[in-house]
């Protein structure tokens, strides 16, 4: 009679166990089997440390068949030294008839038995596993969205530091004052688009580094926009970007019949307006790429119209650009900003100078 009530008592709790991990696989989204896993791994270094069982214990949990078994392995001894891992014949019996001096029986526990402090211990364990398989969840969520666009809520702002706490998901991430657009005011509740530079998983957990000021950003704005540049039809060659002011995209197609500036800029400039919108009015140059350096430099130097330009040294990458008196200041631009962006996105060296002859700026 007693021996079928412990027996209940174990399959309930046993029941119970295994309705705590299908919740906690709701709740959480880790998956029963994974987390049985660890809470075997950790009972295993429970009754190893703490009852002296052998390497070679057994610990299965199941949560398919709900199978909750532990048990000791001992060697069947003529006398017993180490009774954790040791049994005399006539009690090895009771586990499997017929045992010898030299087999092997398991000895089933009851989870009573591994004793309050390797309980604890297991708990401590299990709780450290759940925090490892949420942190691998996290980091497998963040890396599958890293150079991608997500959308954030703004939480709060740091009003020393100028940081702001950003809600991602389930997840905080911070964005720091010098990956903010500048000028861009974010106020609390506020949703915008952050560009995932990368996923670092540190000792405290994954950590997500995010910007508003990558080219990235301007990149796979223009992919979600233009389908000719996500089906790989255009192709995006390089981006040179003042955040908050001006970005300079240079796209070049591989169809012949597609023009890869007028597909950017869309039909009465729609596509293009919409990113500008995304980016706070951040002026946007669509460039044509050419593999020919001087068409490329021109292009480049747009809105301004250029006479000339002369490759001064192709190992170097510098050349002379000549454009027309009343253009000068439009190519070098506000605070040299063209020409620097010209630089950049063609990775020239780009000394402008004006037709009549008067030496002009020169832009690294």
Not at 301 to 327: R, Y
């Amino acid at each position: 009679m007693a021996s079928r009530q412990k027996k209940e008592q174990t399959a309930n709790a046993n029941d119970e166990f295994f309705e705590a991990l299908a919740m906690m696989e709701k709740e959480k989204g880790i998956p029963a089997e994974l987390l049985a896993e660890k809470i075997s791994t950790a009972i295993g270094n429970a009754i190893r440390r703490d009852m002296g069982a052998s390497d070679d214990s057994v610990v299965e949990i199941n949560p398919k068949i709900r199978r909750f078994y532990v048990a000791m392995r001992k060697e069947v001894v003529a006398e017993v030294f180490d009774p954790a891992q040791e049994i005399l014949p006539e009690e090895a019996a009771k586990y499997k008839s017929g045992a010898v001096v030299g087999d092997y029986v398991e000895v089933p526990l009851d989870t009573k038995q591994f004793g309050r402090i390797a309980a604890q211990t297991a708990k401590h364990v299990i709780r450290q596993g759940i925090r490892e398989v949420e942190r691998g969840q996290l980091f497998a969520e963040y890396s599958s969205r890293q150079y991608d666009i997500v959308t954030a809520t703004v939480i709060r702002t740091d009003p020393k530091r100028g940081n702001v706490t950003l809600e991602i998901g389930k997840s905080e991430a911070v964005l720091p004052k010098s990956e903010q657009v500048p000028g861009e005011v974010l106020q609390d509740n506020m949703h915008i688009k952050v560009y995932v530079v990368d996923v670092i998983n540190g000792e405290k957990g994954p950590r997500i580094m995010i910007s508003r000021t990558h080219p990235g950003l301007v990149k796979r704005l223009f992919e979600m926009e233009v389908p000719e540049i996500y089906d790989g039809t255009i192709e995006v060659k390089s981006i040179s970007r003042e955040a908050g002011s001006r970005t300079k995209i240079a796209v070049w197609s591989n169809d012949e019949n597609v023009d890869p500036v007028g597909a950017c800029i869309g039909p009465k400039g729609q596509r293009v307006s919409a990113i500008v919108d995304e980016l706070g009015g951040e002026k946007i140059d669509v460039v044509k790429y050419s593999s020919d350096p001087t068409e490329f430099i021109a292009a480049a130097l747009s809105p301004a119209s250029v006479l000339s330009v002369e490759v001064e040294d192709d190992s170097a990458k510098s050349c002379k650009v000549t454009v027309p008196d009343n253009q000068l200041s439009l190519a070098i631009g506000n605070k040299g900003q063209n020409a620097r962006l010209a630089a950049k996105l063609t990775g020239w060296k780009i000394d402008i100078k004006p037709e009549s002859g008067f030496y002009g700026e020169e832009e690294g």
